[in-house]
């Protein structure tokens, strides 16, 4: 490839609305342009990138036997209201009707898809197990997408859906599948973590997010550092605390708290310790309003609480909502009295005297015993758990992470069968529901999350298997004999298999090595001055220093470019080379 004949619109400056380092320099280095809100063209250089990360993602799947398919990205609603998920996916799933006003989805993922196409024809127990994939287009219509590629509207995945009869079948491919995705990481030098992960609208019992360790990453990961425990924050747990209030049941008061709504006011207010107050949220869904309640310390886990319930249209009810259904301003609800169903976090259970609202408007109550002045209908781990809290494996301390879900692996179970009527005669003649797993991995995320760990002040630094180039071939000055050492190299290196563009343009040598260090392409050859001593430079794209090499013995300066090659890690800051 010649440099000359790329498209590839490098900028200098960085663009207004990039709000991470991944989004300015795909877009400074040519790679990606905006073309709405969320929404991306892939340039040559970005193509590229795709089809190698694409490419890696395959041999993987094929390698655990998975067959590819492709399906359609539009998908009739009638299927996803079967399940339920057209209501659980709310405001982000892309809605649609065709002009016979029949309504369609622009699928954000497909389980009800991939279980309706197969459920009339993988009727046999002898065809089971089997696992199909496709990389495919997925839409969402995010109410503020943002960080360039990792919160679009529009992305690239590879998702894969498992059929078997028994659950230790799916036992083995989950597996198979959560050892390819951690091949799929190495292969790119990815700095990952796979940890157990909130099964959101896609259900199942189980399931672990691979995450990329990145400072700007939107996924917060608990991990424990002394016996590995990993979790997102919207699955992770912690031991209980060892709180213990040995005192006798006080009278019930209730008292006059004005212009006081927060934990933190009335904290302050009646003197008291906030872990002797208790919130009480209210929350609405498809079954109605619930009321949550939490130790005032601590925060409600919304994640957890939908997943406890197995209603992902749960959300937090709003002020008017709340005041039209219990007369009561949000600060002042309380659970004495309510008509509603009463789930408390495992924190309030060994509660004794605490407070809460009254509601009323202006008022607490005093001294609240739950079982005597109220009845919990339950109890469940809704907390949030935070940096500091106790590993409910070994009870060290839990540390904060911050990373970027790429991929994640999910047991379904027989979640979609049951309700779409997905069956398989077994050996005894027997009608039974598939068992089912799925697997997704982020295409055009994974590009993202690559930048965001693989970069420094001059640009990117692609790893060898995903760069859009291997090596470069910098021609200084393209008017003399410089430029005819540069052809012949470019295609001794072609030859030898290596990706290779030579940049031919008749432009500055400061402007060449700044365009390909922006881009990121793993080894420069620089054809200049030091050819009047029959010599080429090699220099690594993160390393400071250059390795001056004889041109006129061909098999060892290609040896030297392979060697490199191997060795080059984007992670590596190498000094001597």
Same mark, same amino acid.
């Given at each position: 490839?010649?440099? @000359?004949?790329?498209?590839?619109?490098?900028?200098?400056?960085?663009?207004?609305? *990039?709000?991470?380092? @991944?989004? %300015?320099?795909?877009?400074?280095?040519?790679?990606?342009?905006?073309? *709405?809100?969320?929404?991306?063209?892939?340039?040559? &250089?970005?193509?590229?990138?795709?089809?190698?990360?694409?490419?890696?993602?395959?041999?993987?799947?094929?390698?655990?036997?998975?067959?590819?398919? &492709?399906?359609?990205?539009?998908?009739?609603?009638?299927?996803?209201?079967?399940?339920?998920?057209?209501?659980?996916?709310?405001?982000?799933?892309?809605?649609?009707?065709?002009?016979?006003?029949?309504?369609?989805?622009?699928?954000?993922?497909?389980?009800?898809?991939?279980?309706?196409?197969? $459920?009339?024809?993988?009727? @046999?127990?002898?065809?089971?197990?089997?696992?199909?994939?496709?990389?495919?287009?997925?839409?969402?219509?995010?109410?503020?997408?943002?960080?360039?590629? &990792?919160?679009?509207?529009?992305?690239?995945?590879?998702?894969?859906?498992?059929?078997?009869?028994?659950?230790?079948?799916?036992?083995?491919?989950?597996?198979?599948?959560?050892?390819?995705? !951690?091949?799929?990481?190495?292969?790119?030098?990815?700095?990952?973590?796979?940890?157990?992960?909130?099964?959101?609208?896609?259900?199942?019992?189980?399931?672990?997010?691979?995450?990329?360790?990145? %400072?700007?990453?939107?996924?917060?990961?608990?991990?424990?550092?002394?016996?590995? #425990?990993? /979790?997102?924050?919207?699955?992770?747990?912690?031991?209980?605390?060892?709180?213990?209030?040995?005192?006798?049941?006080?009278?019930?008061?209730?008292?006059?708290?004005?212009?006081?709504?927060?934990?933190?006011?009335?904290?302050?207010?009646?003197?008291?310790?906030?872990?002797?107050?208790?919130? @009480?949220?209210?929350?609405?869904?498809?079954?109605?309003?619930?009321? =949550?309640?939490?130790?005032?310390?601590?925060?409600?886990?919304?994640?957890?609480?939908?997943?406890?319930?197995?209603?992902?249209? &749960?959300?937090? =009810?709003?002020?008017?909502?709340?005041?039209?259904?219990?007369?009561?301003?949000?600060?002042?609800?309380?659970?004495?009295?309510?008509?509603?169903?009463?789930? *408390?976090?495992? !924190?309030?259970?060994?509660?004794?005297?605490?407070?809460?609202?009254?509601?009323?408007?202006?008022?607490?109550?005093?001294?609240?015993?739950?079982?005597?002045?109220?009845?919990?209908?339950?109890?469940?781990?809704?907390?949030?758990?935070?940096?500091?809290?106790?590993?409910?494996?070994?009870?060290?301390?839990?540390?904060?992470?911050?990373?970027?879900?790429?991929?994640?692996?999910?047991?379904?179970?027989?979640?979609?069968?049951?309700?779409? !009527?997905?069956? #398989?005669?077994?050996?005894?003649?027997?009608?039974?529901?598939?068992?089912?797993?799925?697997?997704?991995?982020?295409?055009?995320?994974?590009? =993202? /999350?690559?930048?965001?760990?693989?970069?420094?002040?001059?640009?990117?630094?692609?790893?060898?298997?995903?760069?859009?180039?291997?090596?470069?071939?910098?021609?200084?000055?393209?008017?003399?004999?410089?430029?005819?050492?540069?052809?012949?190299?470019?295609?001794?290196?072609? $030859?030898?298999?290596?990706?290779?563009?030579?940049?031919?343009? %008749?432009?500055? /040598?400061?402007?060449?090595?700044?365009? /390909?260090?922006?881009?990121?392409?793993?080894?420069?050859?620089?054809?200049?001055?030091?050819?009047?001593?029959?010599?080429?430079?090699?220099?690594?794209?993160?390393?400071?220093?250059?390795?001056?090499?004889?041109?006129?013995?061909?098999?060892?300066?290609?040896?030297?470019?392979?060697?490199?090659?191997?060795?080059?890690?984007?992670?590596?800051?190498?000094?001597?080379?």
């Amino acid at each position: 490839m010649y440099w @000359s004949k790329l498209y590839a619109p490098t900028l200098k400056e960085v663009p207004s609305d *990039a709000d991470i380092k @991944s989004a %300015e320099l795909l877009v400074r280095g040519g790679f990606i342009r905006k073309s *709405a809100s969320g929404i991306f063209s892939y340039l040559p &250089l970005g193509t590229k990138v795709l089809q190698k990360i694409t490419q890696i993602v395959r041999e993987e799947m094929n390698r655990t036997g998975a067959q590819e398919l &492709l399906m359609p990205i539009m998908q009739p609603a009638e299927i996803w209201k079967i399940t339920g998920r057209w209501e659980d996916y709310g405001p982000e799933m892309m809605k649609l009707k065709d002009r016979n006003d029949r309504e369609f989805t622009l699928g954000p993922t497909h389980e009800e898809m991939i279980t309706t196409l197969v $459920k009339d024809e993988l009727r @046999s127990y002898k065809q089971l197990p089997v696992n199909f994939y496709q990389i495919n287009t997925k839409y969402r219509d995010e109410i503020r997408p943002r960080f360039g590629l &990792l919160r679009g509207r529009e992305f690239i995945m590879k998702d894969a859906y498992s059929f078997h009869t028994s659950y230790e079948s799916l036992d083995k491919t989950y597996k198979d599948m959560y050892d390819a995705y !951690s091949r799929i990481c190495e292969r790119m030098d990815l700095k990952y973590v796979a940890v157990e992960a909130d099964t959101g609208a896609i259900g199942g019992s189980n399931s672990h997010e691979f995450t990329a360790f990145a %400072e700007s990453g939107e996924s917060d990961i608990l991990v424990c550092d002394n016996c590995g #425990y990993a /979790a997102t924050q919207e699955k992770a747990e912690c031991l209980e605390d060892d709180l213990k209030i040995d005192e006798d049941q006080k009278p019930l008061k209730l008292v006059e708290t004005p212009n006081v709504r927060t934990v933190e006011e009335l904290s302050k207010f009646l003197n008291v310790d906030k872990r002797r107050i208790v919130k @009480s949220m209210i929350f609405v869904g498809r079954n109605g309003y619930i009321m =949550a309640m939490i130790r005032g310390d601590l925060e409600i886990n919304t994640a957890k609480l939908k997943s406890y319930l197995g209603d992902q249209t &749960l959300r937090l =009810a709003t002020g008017e909502e709340v005041y039209q259904k219990f007369s009561t301003q949000i600060g002042y609800i309380g659970p004495i009295g309510v008509n509603a169903r009463i789930i *408390a976090d495992r !924190s309030v259970k060994p509660l004794v005297n605490y407070i809460v609202g009254g509601l009323k408007n202006e008022y607490h109550y005093v001294n609240v015993n739950h079982g005597r002045d109220f009845k919990i209908n339950e109890y469940a781990d809704i907390r949030m758990v935070v940096e500091g809290d106790k590993c409910p494996k070994c009870g060290h301390e839990l540390k904060m992470k911050k990373g970027i879900e790429v991929g994640q692996v999910f047991k379904l179970g027989t979640k979609y069968s049951e309700k779409l !009527s997905a069956t #398989y005669v077994d050996s005894d003649g027997n009608e039974k529901y598939y068992i089912m797993g799925c697997y997704g991995w982020g295409v055009s995320r994974t590009m =993202a /999350a690559v930048v965001e760990q693989f970069h420094d002040d001059r640009g990117i630094i692609w790893p060898r298997s995903i760069a859009p180039f291997e090596v470069v071939i910098t021609v200084v000055n393209v008017a003399g004999d410089q430029m005819k050492i540069g052809y012949e190299l470019h295609d001794l290196i072609e $030859k030898n298999g290596i990706d290779v563009i030579l940049d031919d343009r %008749e432009v500055s /040598a400061g402007f060449k090595f700044k365009d /390909a260090d922006l881009i990121g392409i793993p080894l420069r050859i620089t054809c200049g001055k030091s050819l009047e001593n029959g010599e080429v430079e090699l220099k690594l794209r993160n390393s400071d220093k250059s390795l001056k090499v004889k041109i006129d013995d061909k098999d060892y300066l290609i040896e030297k470019v392979k060697e490199l090659l191997e060795l080059y890690k984007p992670g590596d800051q190498v000094g001597n080379i």
